[in-house]
């Protein structure tokens, strides 16, 4: 696909964004502002984090329970007619509007409220749409039924599994009875009959998101703005597409990584593993529907653990210390290829190619045209920093992702030689005063130092155009404050609150400089 053209943007989590009306989480709703301030910042990419289903419960937009659709927690509830009907924010009882004004205010998600607060507010809509669309059968059903039709066998099988899911109190699938664990028809039309009215909830869910981000879509264009998706390599085990096709989506083995420099014994991630040998004989049905899905929502889109698409690393009690599938680099090259070619065909993408990653992966990546990642502070051979200026066009440059430290809290807690050396090769670091701490000068350096890379794309964390500290996550930690991240301002006041109006003039002069 080679890329876009030369541009800069932003990697910020929809999760993260304020509105007024926001229910202590980002939603739809806030992008309009964000856009605007992009725009007045030159920025034009948004890349996001998944926006898939997640599991109920779950705050890792990782946990992923469809790689079909979009995440209900991400609709805005003021632009859906049938929760205004109910009256809005005036139909909560007096415990809710304390538990909505208690997580607006919060400096990260509190997902303990946002969850129950949500789900409440969809119930209420929903028996309002049952009550004065469905029954009447109004124009408005009729399009929700229609687009409905339209989903095809992703949008049945998920909400059907969501709605067994419910009733079966949350337990995984493969302890569901078993005419519904191993998809006997006639059970599964017995139950679709019995949760029908579950079932078009959870569709009818669906709807409100992809109407709403399909706006949001049309509101991007008008900012001159690109929107970058992000697609997990694999779905979870208790998903609607584990479930539905067993064949490809196998658990008869664990996927994760091998011993590495980081780790003895590798990563077991306890995630199903892709059988592409399944997949070819149905020629790739559901991975070019999934591709085709995602496509559709987005400009762009990051694919993630790139590697994972010519080698798969599995554990079972064959080989319990793991192996890799295909075993031997001819095949590995080969299915590598082969899937790249499918996933990137009349889309964009870039390929996540982070992480010990064998050289002949980013060869026929870079034969493909495809960018991968420049990660500022993580290119480097051993002590010796590579000069951005002399990366590749086609790649992606960036001062971190949502799994690292920020720009400032790497800088503050590198050591002083590391500092020296990144300095030395990072042209636009010559004749600033070099301190431990993360100074407005050495700020301002760092960011122009990846705005003129040679990449032609360049991503720029949120956190580090303002040179703040909160990070995203903390990989292999379980804590309230991962994927909990909140921008501290409202999304519509970006462009007369102080801070972000200065960081929009010092990004767009520095973007420009940069000739981007």
């Not at 500290?469 to 007369?496: F, K, V």
Request: proline content about 6%; aromatic content about 12%.
């Amino acid at each position: 696909m080679s890329t876009p053209g030369r541009l800069s943007g932003l990697l910020l989590p929809l999760f993260s964004l304020r509105s007024q009306t926001d229910f202590g989480i980002g939603d739809f709703g806030a992008l309009p502002g964000l856009f605007g301030w992009m725009r007045a910042a030159r920025q034009r990419m948004l890349m996001v984090l998944p926006l898939l289903p997640t599991a109920p419960g779950d705050s890792s937009p990782y946990a992923t329970r469809s790689a079909f659709g979009l995440n209900p927690l991400f609709i805005d509830l003021a632009q859906v007619p049938e929760y205004q009907a109910t009256g809005g924010e005036g139909a909560l009882s007096e415990a809710e509007r304390r538990q909505l004004l208690e997580a607006r205010a919060a400096p990260r998600i509190r997902y303990d409220l946002v969850f129950p607060l949500k789900d409440a507010a969809f119930a209420r809509a929903f028996e309002h749409f049952e009550a004065h669309a469905w029954a009447p059968r109004t124009e408005r059903a009729r399009q929700f039924q229609q687009w409905r039709e339209a989903q095809g066998e992703w949008l049945e099988d998920y909400a059907l599994f969501t709605a067994i899911s419910e009733q079966e109190s949350r337990r995984a699938w493969w302890e569901w009875p078993e005419g519904l664990r191993a998809r006997h028809p006639e059970a599964l039309r017995g139950k679709a009959q019995e949760l029908e009215r579950r079932v078009r909830y959870h569709a009818w869910l669906q709807w409100l998101a992809e109407a709403q981000w399909n706006a949001m879509r049309t509101q991007a264009r008008a900012h001159d703005v690109l929107l970058c998706g992000d697609e997990p390599f694999i779905i979870g085990q208790d998903s609607s597409d584990c479930w539905a096709h067993p064949d490809i989506l196998r658990r008869d083995a664990r996927l994760g990584v091998p011993p590495d420099d980081f780790s003895a014994t590798g990563q077991d991630w306890g995630l199903p593993y892709f059988d592409f040998a399944a997949m070819e004989r149905e020629d790739y049905r559901w991975l070019k529907q999934r591709a085709a899905k995602a496509a559709s929502y987005y400009d762009l889109r990051r694919v993630d653990h790139a590697v994972g698409y010519f080698r798969q690393w599995i554990r079972d009690g064959h080989t319990p210390t793991g192996r890799f599938t295909p075993p031997d680099e001819d095949s590995q090259r080969r299915l590598g290829e082969r899937n790249f070619r499918l996933l990137s065909e009349g889309a964009g993408i870039v390929a996540e190619d982070l992480g010990v990653i064998p050289p002949f992966v980013r060869h026929i990546l870079a034969n493909l045209q495809l960018p991968g990642y420049r990660v500022m502070r993580w290119e480097r051979d051993d002590q010796t920093y590579r000069d951005p200026h002399q990366f590749p066009a086609v790649s992606l440059v960036t001062t971190g992702t949502h799994d690292t430290d920020t720009v400032a809290e790497w800088w503050e807690g590198a050591r002083d030689d590391e500092r020296h050396a990144a300095a030395r090769a990072w042209p636009e670091f010559h004749g600033v005063p070099l301190t431990r701490e993360f100074t407005p000068d050495i700020h301002r350096a760092t960011l122009a130092a990846t705005l003129n890379a040679g990449s032609d794309l360049c991503v720029l964390p949120w956190q580090d155009v303002l040179g703040t500290r909160e990070r995203i996550n903390l990989p292999g930690s379980m804590s309230d404050s991962n994927w909990a991240y909140r921008m501290a301002q409202d999304a519509s006041e970006l462009l007369t609150n102080p801070q972000t109006k200065e960081a929009a003039e010092r990004l767009a002069w520095l973007t420009a400089s940069a000739r981007r």
